[in-house]
T-cell receptor, first 110, second 115 residues
């Protein structure tokens, strides 16, 4: 069964600290994986896409990794800011539709 | 570009009433998706259109839900009659060409509360 699982469900960190969010998938065949950021009261916005051949990609303070062998991806946030407080959603396209994870809710405290 | 536009942003209605949600996709995008988001289940695909034609409506929960796309710049999602368990945030998203490598652009959502 095609599934995308994210961990942890929620996370609280202090401003300036780093954190890592995890995404495990069982979708096959695999072509790409995308991370979205969803601020409260808004729609998801893409942070980055990881294709099959990519291992690491950075977008400012966000670094995504992909291990296609173990079917895992991570999103690392460096030097967190209050504006990083949001839900982070991992999405993998299946054969007929996109498979969404349930997200990780991150809260950054001052 | 104004992005995907949804209206209303908030809707409060009573059980049994008809609810219509509206969406204007990004100009030029040929795929349009309707999603429902709840805390328990996350984002769920309800239906999607390609060139105004419904392609997959297997995610529509019941016959009470219907969606239309009369032209390339407008789509509606209707719930009739509405029930309290329909309370959720409904998102519309659009993309170009439907390639899985292309980003889906989401609207701001409509928060529906059915009393």
């Amino acid at each position: 069964k095609n599934q995308v699982e994210q961990s942890p469900q929620s996370l609280i960190i202090l401003e300036g600290k780093n954190c890592t969010l995890q995404c495990n998938y069982t979708v096959s065949p695999f072509s790409n994986l995308r991370w979205y950021k969803q601020d409260t009261g808004r729609g998801p916005v893409s942070l980055t896409i990881m294709t099959f051949s990519e291992n690491t990609k950075s977008n400012g303070r966000y670094t995504a990794t992909l291990d296609a062998d173990t079917k895992q991806s991570s999103l690392h946030i460096t030097a967190s800011q209050l504006s990083d407080s949001a839900s982070y959603i991992c999405v993998v396209p299946g054969t007929y539709k996109y498979i969404f994870g349930t997200g990780t809710r991150l809260k950054v405290l001052a | 570009d104004a992005g995907v536009i949804q209206s209303p942003r908030h809707e409060v209605t009573e059980m049994g009433q008809e609810v219509t949600l509206r969406c204007k996709p990004i100009s030029g995008h040929d795929y349009l998706f309707w999603y429902r988001q709840t805390m328990m289940r996350g984002l769920e695909l309800l239906i999607y259109f390609n060139n105004n034609v419904p392609i997959d409506d297997s995610g529509m929960p019941e016959d009470r839900f219907s969606a239309k796309m009369p032209n390339a710049s407008f789509s509606t999602l209707k719930i009739q009659p509405s029930e309290p368990r329909d309370s959720a945030v409904y998102f519309c998203a659009s993309t170009l060409h439907g390639s899985s490598y292309n980003e889906q652009f989401f609207g701001p959502g409509t928060r529906l509360t059915v009393l």
